[in-house]
């Protein structure tokens, strides 16, 4: 059991949250969650990178001498590999290197993500998080006060709230998503995740309700 302490906006301890990672995921299996960041990783690859065989490259194809009696070696056309200005021996070619994993498997892996960021104290509560209007300086200064400024970080909110988006993203290194959105990806790469208490209710909620459904 983890006892989490809840913060409000100018950094005071308001109360405590108690939870135990083992209700989001039993276990934390590091292959899996090697495995999820990949493929998130290789879906997020361009593939455009493209070179140049032999056959794509100017120049004529007629042979450069004749085969015998020169003393060089034989030589064909000037857009072989060897040559200078030749086309590459196994030109790249643009491809995707997007895959995709079994949806459980990467359902499981976003809750080993934050059972193990939880277990690891590397989650902070706040105990809401509303705007009347987009203030970005008013949120740069609650994350000061939780002592989160400057750093990388990631904020689980409930659900999309206009407000909240727009006074984050202006902000170096500190990206916002709900809760029903995050990935194994996103919660790892930050180094901190800052979560309301709302968001982890909705987190535990849908945790348990996929336990029930699987039983």
């Known amino acids: 059991m983890v006892s989490l302490p809840i913060y409000n906006r100018t950094g005071q301890e308001v109360g405590t949250y ?3 990672p083992a209700e989001l995921a039993p276990r934390i299996s590091k292959q899996l ?8 990783q290789a879906s997020a690859r361009q593939g ?20 015998k009696g020169t003393g060089n ?9 060897i040559r200078r200005g030749g086309g590459h021996t196994f030109a790249k070619v643009p491809r995707d290197f997007g895959y995709r994993l079994p949806k459980r498997a990467i359902q499981l892996a976003t809750r080993m993500a934050l059972a193990a960021r939880i277990g690891d104290h590397e989650v ?32 689980a909110v409930p659900d999309y709230d206009v407000n909240v988006h727009k006074s984050i993203r202006n902000l170096a290194g500190v990206s916002v998503l709900p809760v029903f959105n995050l990935n194994a990806l996103e919660v790892l790469r ?12 909705a987190l535990r909620q849908k945790a348990g ?7």
């Open 18 to 20: 108690e939870i135990d």
């Open 209 to 215: 309700a996929k336990k029930e459904g699987a039983s």
């Open 124 to 155: 902070k509560l706040i105990d809401e998080l509303a705007f009347s209007t987009p203030k970005t300086k008013e949120m740069a200064a609650i994350l000061k006060a939780l002592k989160l400024g400057g750093m990388k970080l990631l904020v």
């Open 33 to 40: 969650l090697h495995d999820v960041v990949v493929m998130y």
């Open 73 to 81: 070696a034989r030589a064909g056309s000037r857009r072989s590999p």
């Open 190 to 201: 930050p180094r901190a995740v800052l979560m309301t208490k709302a968001a982890l209710d």
């Open 48 to 67: 455009t990178s493209q070179t140049k065989g032999r056959g794509q490259v100017a120049g004529t194809t007629k042979k450069m001498y004749r085969q």
